[in-house]
């Protein structure tokens, strides 16, 4: 069989048309000179520059990207402690109803988990600002972190850890020493994957976002409400941008861990 | 084997045990793994544990480590309790059978891990990896990573990284189940010498009954989380307690007879019309008892005439396997019974004088074989 006869190559097409024409139009058209999002006027860079100038833009701009680190570090931490624990403690009673309850907010919709967020800072009289946002963020990665790093984690040969034990490490040296520099990867693509969750979020930023911080996606939608003007075009553009270069890497890195540990375990597997 | 002075503490009463265990039971869920064991280990031994898989070995070895705890019993090491004493608090390094080499540290690093663990000055760590490294001859290896290397020499890594910090005890785990057979031979006569250097105490655990044999100042055999017998490797061989020690250990005719006493004899009467074999034992058995003549291969020899000899008995050959140095000769009797002879080969094949479906005679010594009751 031709592995790209007429029929392939037209079903690849459709499929990625389908998914990044709309991208491509827009990125096509933040460079646009007229202001007319539907005319295409000649190429220029100015929504750019206009973008630079737009006040209310840098600073939901200044806000997204502060809760992105944060949440992400935070749910970077949580999550590999709850994978570590959950991968490690063997069977206990329970377990399977614990790591049921760490991925059940992979398939819980956002809008119930925003809702639910934002009854609880109510509830407990927190204002809504940069720091509910980033609990909220961290508490939705946290379940992909965990996911990512318990996945290496089940690979991991727990004799090292033992062996590390055995020459006179604490636990906590065995896990800051051996186990943490070697699942590396994984935990820094988790704070990849969570950072870019927290930078795109729009759903759980709504519900826990106050007046006092707003994220880009939200003003993105609402300024796209009163219509689409090329600056937004131009803003959306560095948004896929960012999260095109935090994906690829993430994948880059996990791909290339898996690699050398294939590498190392066919070298362990001859010796 | 000319051994120098005799290394025997476990005969002499006034040696305290470096290790005991005391009635240790060790249990994962219903499953049984080490059944009631007690069993002392002195300091300087080379004890080595063999047994069929998933009798327990490596069971008993984490034990000591510290990564298992025993459901049931004690075990002290120096006499004092270690039941609550976590890994990194023994005075014991192991050498696990996966190596359990760090992959992001270099060969230097693994071996100085369990150094920078401790008070040592960053001098004196250095001095003791060089030691290390050219106890295992790993100097030039020393920047690289383990899996830059070969599996021997990672092998070798392991073995440094346990041996770094000194400790009272070695735990090894089919340190050699990986290596080709010369590396093997090399690499153990290695550990004895580092054993004798050092004055280690050694554990291993080997399905290499040869290793054992080799390398062991005791054998002990495993069956179903208990100790069949403890012995120095050639009381094992030449005097087991039991036919399956004697099976276990090397190759073994075994005849089972009823036993009589007669003078300092005994006699088996094994088969209808056959002369009873002539055996002698220090055990007891009573009249008509039943019991396992077992006798190894090299001392049957093979004739084609009639011997005189205590036990001869007449049978034809079956088969040959020619193993270069020795050929095994099995020699069916009238009975059924299958006798397996062994001769070494000192003479070039062409001028051997036996071959298939002669006849034959197998004879053996009154002293050569032992008698077992179960
Ligand atoms: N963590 C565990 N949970 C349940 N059963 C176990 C566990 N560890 C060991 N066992 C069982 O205990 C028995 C003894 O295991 P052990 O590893 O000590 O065997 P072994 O003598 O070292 O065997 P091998 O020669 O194959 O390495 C085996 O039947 C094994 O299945
Ligand atoms: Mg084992």
């Not at chain 1, 590999?80 to 919709?109: D, H």
């Not at chain 2, 051994?3 to 005991?20: G, S």
Request: hydrophobic letters at 45%.
């Amino acid at each position: 069989m031709k592995r790209f006869s007429w029929f392939n190559i037209t079903a690849l097409t459709l499929g990625f048309a389908f998914l990044y024409l709309p991208m491509i139009i827009l990125v096509i058209y933040s460079f646009n000179e007229s202001k007319l999002v539907t005319v295409w006027a000649g190429f220029s860079t100015k929504w750019y520059a206009e973008l630079m100038q737009n006040e209310a833009f840098l600073n939901a701009a200044w806000v997204t990207i502060k809760v992105a680190v944060f949440s992400s570090t935070l749910a970077t931490v949580l999550g590999t402690m709850a994978a570590y624990v959950l991968v490690r403690a063997g069977r206990f009673s329970g377990r399977t109803l614990f790591s049921g309850m760490i991925y059940a907010p992979l398939v819980m919709p956002e809008v119930i988990t925003g809702l639910s967020l934002l009854l609880l800072f109510i509830g407990i009289g927190l204002d809504r600002g940069v720091l509910t946002i980033v609990l909220a963020h961290t508490t939705f990665a946290m379940c992909y972190v965990s996911v990512v790093v318990s996945s290496r984690l089940v690979s991991f040969d727990r004799s090292l850890e033992e062996a590390a034990l055995d020459l006179g490490c604490s636990p906590w040296q065995a896990f800051r020493l051996v186990t943490l520099p070697i699942i590396a990867p994984a935990v820094i693509s988790g704070w990849l994957l969570a950072f870019t969750l927290s930078l795109d979020d729009l759903v759980i930023a709504s519900f826990t976002a106050g007046p006092s911080a707003t994220t880009l996606p939200i003003k993105i939608f609402s300024a796209v409400r009163l219509g689409v003007s090329p600056e937004i075009n131009a803003l959306s553009t560095i948004m896929i941008a960012i999260v095109t270069v935090g994906v690829i890497s993430a994948s880059l890195i996990s791909k290339q861990a898996s690699l050398k540990q294939q590498r190392d375990e066919q070298a362990a597997a001859r010796g | 084997m000319a051994q120098q002075p005799v290394f025997a503490p476990w005969d002499d009463p006034t040696q305290t045990p470096l290790i005991t265990f005391q009635n240790v039971t060790k249990r994962f869920g219903d499953f049984v793994a080490i059944d009631d064991l007690t069993q002392h280990i002195y300091e300087r031994e080379f004890f080595a544990l063999l047994g069929p898989s998933g009798c327990g070995k490596t069971t008993m070895m984490r034990m000591l480590g510290g990564f298992e705890t025993p459901s049931e019993g004690k075990i002290s090491i120096s006499g004092r309790d270690m039941n609550k004493v976590p890994p990194n608090k023994r005075a014991v390094n192991m050498m696990f059978q996966s190596y359990a080499l760090f992959p992001h540290l270099s060969i230097y690093e693994n071996i100085a891990f369990g150094l920078r663990r401790t008070d040592m000055d960053k001098d004196a760590i250095d001095a003791r990896v060089a030691e290390m490294l050219k106890l295992t001859r790993l100097e030039k290896f020393a920047r690289r990573k383990p899996h830059q290397i070969s599996g021997g020499q990672r092998q070798r890594v392991a073995l440094a990284r346990s041996l770094a910090k000194a400790p009272k005890l070695l735990l090894l785990d089919e340190p050699l189940g990986a290596l080709d057979k010369k590396l093997r031979q090399d690499t153990q006569f290695e550990l004895m010498d580092i054993q004798e250097k050092t004055g280690t105490t050694f554990v291993i655990v080997t399905h290499d009954q040869e290793e054992a044999m080799t390398v062991a100042s005791r054998v002990a055999v495993m069956d179903e989380g208990r100790i069949i017998q403890v012995a120095t490797p050639d009381a094992i061989y030449e005097a087991p307690n039991s036919t399956y020690v004697a099976d276990f250990i090397g190759d073994v005719n075994i005849i089972e007879g009823k036993a009589t006493r007669k003078g300092d004899k005994t006699h088996i009467a094994w088969a209808e019309g056959q002369p009873d074999i002539i055996g002698s034992t220090t055990r007891d058995f009573s009249e008509g008892q039943t019991c396992h003549f077992a006798i190894r291969p090299e001392k049957v020899a093979i004739s084609p005439d009639k011997p005189d000899a205590p036990n001869a008995l007449h049978g034809k050959i079956l088969d040959i396997a020619y193993l270069g140095n020795i050929s095994t000769y099995h020699v069916e009797l009238p009975t059924g019974h299958i006798i397996k002879a062994q001769t070494a080969n000192t003479r070039r094949l062409a001028r051997r004088s036996l071959t298939w479906e002669d006849d034959v005679w197998v004879s053996f010594t009154d002293t050569a074989g032992v008698l077992l009751d179960r």
